[in-house]
């Protein structure tokens, strides 16, 4: 692929997924959203309504304690939530490197925020991240955010993350087994049974960014969307 401008040190990633390629360019400072998604597939492209529906996913996700909105809280509830199903003890090392993550990602989400009284509805979520997925700052953000989750969700150490290690961090943001069963081959990109951190960077580049219904990474925060 062609250097992106701007962009530094590049690298390129193509998976190859039955009728569809997904390429993604990202640098190693942002190793996540750079440059957009090229598909191709059989299927329409679904453009800013497969994006939106996407985000509402997700805002689902996020709203752990199913107030109806986000605020600080779910930030602070889901990474304690997440230790416990991988067993570590609220203060550990991995609980306050999973608090950073979450802390990252609020700092940039918390600006959505338009009329300031500390809950984002899900107008405010969708308009906010239309927005934020084209500012290469906040790429950066959830580049960084994206990688500490996933070396603290892979317990192993192994530098993949299985199904059962999947499932204990999807769970914890609301979703059934059921839902992260159903998603984790779909992020499985090569069908090892394993989802390593390049396929983990496919897969949230895609779901910020993929108008293809065929995206693999349309699966990052489970089933339902």
């Known amino acids: 692929f062609p250097r992106t401008p701007d962009v530094g040190l590049c690298t390129s990633l193509a998976i190859e997924t039955g009728n569809t390629t997904d390429h993604c360019e990202y640098s190693r400072e942002c190793p996540v959203m750079i440059a957009t998604a090229s598909n191709r597939s059989k299927g329409s492209l679904m453009s800013q309504d497969l994006i939106t529906r996407k985000y509402k996913h997700m805002f689902r996700r996020f709203d752990v304690d199913g107030s109806g909105s986000v605020n600080r809280s779910d930030f602070e509830k889901a990474p304690a939530w997440i230790c416990g199903r991988l067993g570590q003890p609220l203060g550990s090392s991995v609980h306050k490197n999973l608090q950073s993550a979450y802390d990252l990602v609020w700092g940039l989400i918390s600006g959505m925020d338009a009329n300031g009284d500390g809950d984002l509805t899900e107008a405010e979520w969708l308009a906010g991240w239309s927005n934020a997925v084209k ?3 906040i790429q ?3 580049s960084q955010a994206a990688d ?5 969700v892979d317990t192993s150490g192994d530098g993949e993350i299985g199904a059962d290690e999947y499932s204990r961090w999807l769970c914890a943001h609301g979703a059934t ?7 984790f081959p779909k992020l499985d990109h090569n069908g090892d049974g394993q989802v390593s951190k390049t396929e983990m ?9 993929s108008t293809s219904v065929d995206s693999r990474g349309n699966w990052l925060f489970g089933a339902g969307w």
Do not use: G, H, K
């Open 135 to 137: 500012s290469d700052s």
């Open 201 to 209: 960077r496919q897969n949230v580049c895609e779901f910020y960014t």
């Open 140 to 142: 950066e953000v959830i």
């Open 177 to 183: 087994e059921s839902d992260a069963a159903s998603a």
């Open 148 to 152: 500490l989750v996933f070396d603290c």
